[in-house]
Antibody, heavy 125, light 107 residues
Framework: EVDLVESGGGLVQPGGSLRLSCAAS????????MNWVRRAPGKGLEWVAY????????YYADSVKGRFTISRDNAKNSVYLQMDSLRAEDSAVFYC??????????????????WGKGTTVTVSS | SYELTQPPSVSVSPGQTASITCSGD??????TCWYQQKPGQSPVLVIY???SRPSGIPERFSGSNSGNTATLTISGAQAMDEADYYC??????????FGGGTKLTVL
């Protein structure tokens, strides 16, 4: 069974750091790109970061650029999100998601087909 | 930056058809997908590539995309379809873009 399990969330003070992990199982992890997505209380889904299968391509949302770092270890079937300089507005449930990119006649489509259950990050003093 | 706009809420009676829109500049030139998220649960992909359904998603879910608007249609809405729905597209500058979400109420 295909599964993603996030861990590492918790309570941290403003300015602090956390490292989230996402363990994948049931599929060939090294063949898939991955995303982190969050949902803050009372808000909608917000994309956070993307990493390609070989880590050669990485993107960040402007809201986290320079503070968050995405990485992966294909030998451990895991993707990570290092979060530094955390702010109150980073409080959210963080999800990792398996990501698909394909094309029809050179027109690409992008979607996230498998999601973990999420891990909660609370930034508060 | 690229933005997608959804109505905050949509209401439908059981058994009727619900339509949720997603607007963006020339959105029809891009492929769009849709996610369903119920309270306390993680998002579930219900439509990708504008109108394709993943396995396990009921046939009552369908999608279309043309001009500046993509639409998720739920034909014969059921109480179990009550959820937040998000559209998503990809932009070369903003990358993965979500709409603000639409709360679907079935009553």
């Amino acid at each position: 069974e295909v599964d993603l399990v996030e861990s590492g969330g918790g309570l941290v003070q403003p300015g602090g750091s956390l490292r989230l992990s996402c363990a994948a199982s049931g599929f060939t992890f090294s063949s898939y790109t991955m995303n982190w997505v969050r949902r803050a209380p009372g808000k909608g889904l917000e994309w956070v970061a993307y990493i390609s299968s070989s880590s050669s391509t990485i993107y960040y949302a402007d809201s986290v650029k320079g503070r968050f770092t995405i990485s992966r270890d294909n030998a451990k079937n895991s993707v990570y999100l290092q979060m530094d300089s955390l702010r109150a507005e980073d409080s959210a449930v963080f999800y990792c998601a398996r990501t698909r990119i394909a094309a029809d006649d050179n027109k690409y489509y992008y979607y996230m087909d498998v999601w973990g259950k999420g891990t909660t990050v609370t930034v508060s003093s | 930056s690229y933005e997608l706009t959804q109505p905050p809420s949509v209401s439908v009676s059981p058994g009727q058809t619900a339509s949720i829109t997603c607007s963006g500049d020339r959105l029809g030139d891009r492929y769009t997908c849709w996610y369903q998220q119920k309270p306390g649960q993680s998002p579930v992909l219900v439509i990708y590539r504008d109108s394709s359904r993943p396995s396990g998603i009921p046939e009552r879910f369908s999608g279309s995309n043309s001009g500046n608007t993509a639409t998720l249609t739920i034909s014969g809405a059921q109480a179990m379809d009550e959820a937040d729905y998000y559209c998503q597209a990809w932009d070369s500058s903003t990358y993965w873009v979500f709409g603000g979400g639409t709360k679907l109420t079935v009553l």
